[in-house]
């Protein structure tokens, strides 16, 4: 694995097509690298900006043996990358950053807690969840409402189930799948926030400042920045996601959701071995975006600056939301971002907004 | 011509495919629509960041029959595009934004002074030159030192010869190519400025603020912002602006050189109908980029807020000095865009960065 940052003009080969590999080639771009992307999609939304793209799926060696002639160096755009591709790749000599550790933690909610819990910060409390007896017991232990989420390939509220005491778990375990899950109890909390980090080949780590995000039907609604989150709480949350870059020698962007409550502090949730969609207002708010600071990392190039210059709010826009676009194009200095995706299915995410508010000191 | 914006997810297509092209590639993408590039070379900067490319000559009829059924709309990064190509993408019925008019007058350097005395501003004195005959009369009558500059196809310093008193004509003319070209006698100037406008489909124009530009061997080297122009003098250059763009119904971003002294005033230099190398600051320092700017108008959306929220310079990488890469890319908050180019051939622009170095109220 070269430990020299990549040349301008090597590939950077990216798994995954949809919106943050979209915005991840167009960052690479910018700095000189070629890009090509990779997934089962013929023309989707990264390939319009890449120079190359192959269309397979995500376990053919074949492809991916081709691909890997083809790029220098690796990355992802979502966490339910099979390992084993990761694997094909790095066999075939191609560095993938951030490595395969961060998926067997990011791909099981169940690890992933333990994982937090390792780092020394607070979770909500879970049960692990293998049949519907185990989900009765919980059920009578949580003694209040509680979500029932699969350990496994769970993304913007899909594969989860609200609970509260009284309803039948068996029926509640069949809606989840019937599949190894946990239950976690509900935590109050006043706001919810996320820390953006960034670790480099050589060990630096750096932070975006931390936005304060509100949902609606389970999908990210809005980031506001600054979040208004207290002093303390960045330096815990600092800490938790230094803890864990350096225990898994990552490489790139890593995202972390934190629930915050006076009351009870900072209580971690979950996190994501990617750019995320809380962090897209650091292209327009910031001197380096989320993309190229990971698209640095996974270079081997020092990471830029994070620091914020603006106040603001992204917005999602989700589904038909985009069919705004007349009157959103026309909003004075509204940054308009749209995925290039064609059908605008209910809870699709097409596009987001980014509306700076006020200067930062 | 279809009046009515272009939803996202159509297809912009651009003709040419350097540096310009790329970046009108990346704002289009940002966006929503498609780009497909269109030029000679088979693997051009532009295309990295296309969903598709054509690699033909600009006058190959049945490549540009081609493209015209692939895009929407199209639109081209440089001056010297053939107007034939214009012609034959307009009869297979694609708007072409901004249309050929605007060739005319900046293909031909006598012409575009002529029209800039037509807008109401001073220029350079010119006399034409057709043969070494005309160009000694011219030089006498300058009396000074003066530039030789063809008439048509020069930029960056090439096809100008500088002449002095004394100097021979007839190798002079020789110098330059032995074609119709202009002398130019020198101005006094305290420093050059350039205005980046932009004219909607509805006709309303924005402005971009004005850099202060400085020049090393005849090529761009750095863009200041803001650049101390008199309000005054920023006035008569949107006065100008505002004339050439009604006057040739524009639609896209057109660039303007002017020459500044407190003793003469404002002088117009030359014109660019396209997004400029002066303007590639607004990327990190305006709410729109000249960029998206161009790609609204094109597209017949409303124009984007210009507004310039930081003071800062852009320094452009020209050959060699784009290997500087590795220093570069460690220097906290400098903004780096490498163009993607495979050889750092001498005077050939590479990249630039941008520094911001204080906010703007």
Known sequence: MPSSPLAPGATIGILGTGQLGRMLAMAAARLGFRVETFGPEQDPPAAHAAAAHMSADYE???????????????????????????????????????????????QDRLEEKRYFEKAGVPT????????????????REAAGPAILKTRRFGYDGKGQVRLKPGD????????????????????DFDFEVSLIAARGLGGYAAFFDIPRNTHRDGILHQSHFPSGLPKEAVDIAHRTAKAILDDLSYVGVLTIEFFWSKASGLIANEMAPRVHNSGHWTVEACDTSQFEQHIRAVAGWPLGRPRRHSDGVMTNLIGAEAGDWPALSAEPGLALTLYGKGEARPGRKMGHTVVLTAQSP
Chains 1, 2 share one sequence.
């Open 168 to 187: 039948d778990p068996k029926a509640a375990f069949e809606a989840c799948g019937g599949v190894p899950s946990i239950l976690e109890g509900f935590v």
């Open 124 to 139: 909500a409390p879970i049960w692990p969840v293998e049949n519907a007896e185990d989900l009765a017991a919980a059920m």
């Open 60 to 106: 053919d060696e074949g492809a991916l043996g081709a691909f890997a002639q083809n790029v220098d160096v690796a990355t992802y755009e979502f966490e339910n990358i099979p390992t084993k591709t990761v694997s094909i790749l790095k066999a075939a000599g191609v560095p993938v950053r951030p490595d395969e550790r961060v998926l067997a933690v990011c």
